[in-house]
T-cell receptor, first 112, second 109 residues
Framework: NAGVTQTPKFRILKIGQSMTLQCTQDMNHNYMYWYRQDPGMGLKLIYYSVGAGITDKGEVPNGYNVSRSTTEDFPLRLELAAPSQTSVYFC???????????FGPGTRLTVL | GQNIDQPTEMTATEGAIVQINCTYQTSGFNGLFWYQQHAGEAPTFLSYNVLDGLEEKGRFSSFLSRSKGYSYLLLKELQMKDSASYLCAVLDSNYQLIWGAGTKLIIKP
């Protein structure tokens, strides 16, 4: 099993550009999450999904969108990138809502 | 508001024991997790506590007191590879994880 995979690993965007961060898991987990991690701060939940076709906002959803058309994939869309979106983005999945979450390797995004 | 507090940085000696504390104030409680994160890598799961008491897993143990809003992670027989950040996270009433900023553990020979 590959676990949780994310692409790309690194990306530099210009202000106003858009991009999609890809996330795939092969563990048949229903629950998937997107976090951002900024230096000196705890991870912040952006969006989460409890199953295919169901998504919901987390703590910091503004400027982002998600979709969950399959159990495996949970892409995160950034529209009109801003410098405040410079961060490390982690995708994670879990089998139950109170189970350990397994993380992908992360995407390091810089917006200039 | 919801808050997780843990020390920013700790230093310990190889072979010794270190205790990393975590205090929390959250809206509801459905469990507490500890994760390890090496620099530039993703967090990896270490332990889960939902009932009061001590959970032991090899060199690592985690303790929880729900009445005090307190947990600690105990690392024994420290190795150089234990140099990492240790993240405390609480599952709140909405089953969302609230994360602390992490404790950077530096191991010296």
């Amino acid at each position: 099993n590959a676990g949780v995979t994310q692409t790309p690993k690194f990306r530099i965007l210009k202000i106003g550009q858009s991009m999609t961060l890809q996330c795939t898991q092969d563990m048949n987990h229903n629950y998937m999450y997107w976090y951002r991690q900024d230096p000196g701060m705890g991870l912040k939940l952006i969006y989460y999904s409890v199953g295919a076709g169901i998504t919901d906002k987390g703590e910091v959803p503004n400027g982002y969108n998600v979709s969950r058309s399959t159990t495996e994939d949970f892409p995160l869309r950034l529209e009109l990138a801003a410098p405040s979106q410079t961060s490390v983005y982690f995708c994670a999945s879990s089998i139950h809502r109170d189970s350990a979450q397994f993380f992908g390797p992360g995407t390091r995004l810089t917006v200039l | 508001g919801q808050n997780i507090d843990q020390p920013t940085e700790m230093t310990a000696t190889e072979g010794a024991i270190v205790q990393i504390n975590c205090t929390y104030q959250t809206s509801g409680f459905n469990g507490l997790f500890w994760y390890q994160q090496h620099a530039g890598e993703a967090p990896t799961f270490l332990s889960y506590n939902v009932l009061d008491g001590l959970e032991e897993k090899g060199r690592f143990s985690s303790f929880l007191s729900r009445s005090k809003g307190y947990s600690y992670l105990l690392l024994k027989e420290l190795q150089m590879k234990d140099s990492a950040s240790y993240l405390c996270a609480v599952l709140d009433s909405n089953y969302q994880l609230i994360w602390g900023a992490g404790t950077k553990l530096i191991i010296k020979p």
